[in-house]
């Protein structure tokens, strides 16, 4: 049975319940590895227009030149937090006012770095054309992102889902030593003035998110890893995504075996369409609750306002059934693989087994030879029957993902917390 052949529960398909649970809270259990490149690009297409979106999706599934940064994305969405939060201290009543140049000589330098990575997807060499003979070309065979739809991409790429964004320390990892620096010249700076509690608050603020202390001031044990997420939507956007990088890149995707499979759906739009629906709806539900904040004084108002919310969720549970089958098809494939890996060995075998009989031939001796190639050979077929069953079954997920699908005009799922929103 294909699902006796899962490799462990770390692989094994979630279930819709399972994915609306993370959603809910915001949070998956364990370390999650941060999005490939191409996952975030596809993610961050969703801020696109639809013939944008379109141009980026065939980009990458004719293996064109996509933008890419030596750090990723996901540090990129923490250069964009740590700027942020710069720009708020640094406009804070409560901030002294001699801590208030040095901190605008940090943002400075961060918005700096921020720049040269919006230069690097924008209009870095090597990716998109700057000839005219090419970006003619490129348009002819639509394929050309043009300038206003990069600027859009580099604007989603600043919010690509990220685990534990806002606890994970972004602040010292963007800074590095300049952070530990900037603290050390607050405290010198607040000794010579008479004022220690300044010291005290540089810690605070310029350390926020790194390791909890006790009232010892030791650093506290941390217990299970959860990611964390801003809300829902950046996680089931992360979900999609985590799931499409288990599928493109599996060897077993990519093998013969699935290559009816690999032509019948397209992976890298599916991830694209998903993002923009989920951007969409959070947009929606945005603008929702604003409405409901400065009218919901009127109750017949406030209660069209919550027939619009209940519309809005049948979309939302869509999108996590279209999720989950990314998640059916990535344990499909993650199982397979297990067995082109047996079949690989059934391979070597098989030559080794040729060896022998070479050996035992010239002894005068086959019969242990043609006993070895029979059972051999059922194995492998055994293998190859195996892998006839995986098929059938991701034929049957493909078929759900490829599903032509007719959205409502508005959508939505459970109510979001206004501070997961900031």
């Known amino acids: 049975m294909v699902e006796n052949r899962t490799p462990d529960r770390r692989t094994r398909a979630r279930t819709a ?245 690999r032509t019948q759906v397209n992976l890298h739009g599916e991830l694209a369409e998903i993002a923009a629906d989920a951007i969409a709806l959070r947009a929606v539900r945005i603008d929702l609750d604003r409405a409901k904040r400065n009218g919901g004084f009127d109750a017949r108002f406030a209660e069209e306002i919550d027939r619009r919310e209940t519309s809005l969720r049948p979309v939302w549970t869509e999108l996590i059934d279209r999720v989950q089958a990314l998640a059916e098809v990535a344990n499909v494939v993650e199982s397979a693989a297990i067995e082109l890996r047996v079949l690989d060995e059934y391979n070597k075998a098989l030559t080794i087994d040729d060896r022998i009989d070479a050996l035992i031939a010239r002894s005068g001796d086959r019969e242990l030879s043609v006993d070895n190639s029979k059972r051999l050979s059922e194995q492998v077929r055994s293998g190859e029957e195996q892998l006839r069953v995986y098929r059938d079954v991701l034929q049957g997920n493909i078929a759900r993902i490829a599903l032509p699908r007719e959205l409502p005009e508005r959508y939505e799922p459970s109510p979001v917390r206004d501070q997961e929103r900031r």
């Open 17 to 261: 319940a399972e994915i609306r649970e993370w959603c809910d809270s915001s949070q998956l259990p364990g370390d999650r590895p941060e999005l490939s490149d191409t996952a975030a690009l596809l993610v961050a297409s969703g801020f696109l227009t639809p013939a944008g979106r379109a141009v980026l999706v065939r980009r990458i599934s004719m293996g064109l030149p996509a933008p890419s940064l030596p750090a990723g994305y996901g540090e990129l969405r923490r250069l964009q937090r740590a700027i942020s939060q710069l720009e708020n201290q640094s406009v804070s009543p409560v901030v002294p006012g001699f801590v208030t140049p040095i901190v605008r000589g940090r943002l400075g330098a961060l918005t700096r770095r921020r720049e040269d990575a919006r230069k690097a997807v924008v209009i870095g060499k090597g990716t998109f054309p700057g000839g005219t003979r090419a970006i003619r070309r490129e348009r002819r065979e639509n394929v050309y992102l043009e300038l206003e739809e990069r600027e859009r991409l580099f604007s989603g790429l600043l919010c690509t889902p990220t685990p534990n964004v806002q606890s994970s320390g972004y602040m010292r990892r963007a800074g590095s030593a300049a952070i530990d620096r900037l603290a050390d010249v607050v405290t010198q700076v607040a000794g010579k003035a008479g004022r220690a509690d300044v010291g005290q608050w540089a810690d605070e603020v310029l350390h926020a998110g790194s390791a909890p202390q006790n009232r010892s001031g030791q650093a506290v044990v941390p217990g299970p890893r959860t990611a964390k997420f801003i809300d829902g939507y950046e996680t089931i956007l992360y979900v999609a995504g985590h799931y499409y990088d288990r599928i493109v890149g599996n060897r077993a995707w990519r093998s013969d075996h699935f290559e009816v499979q």
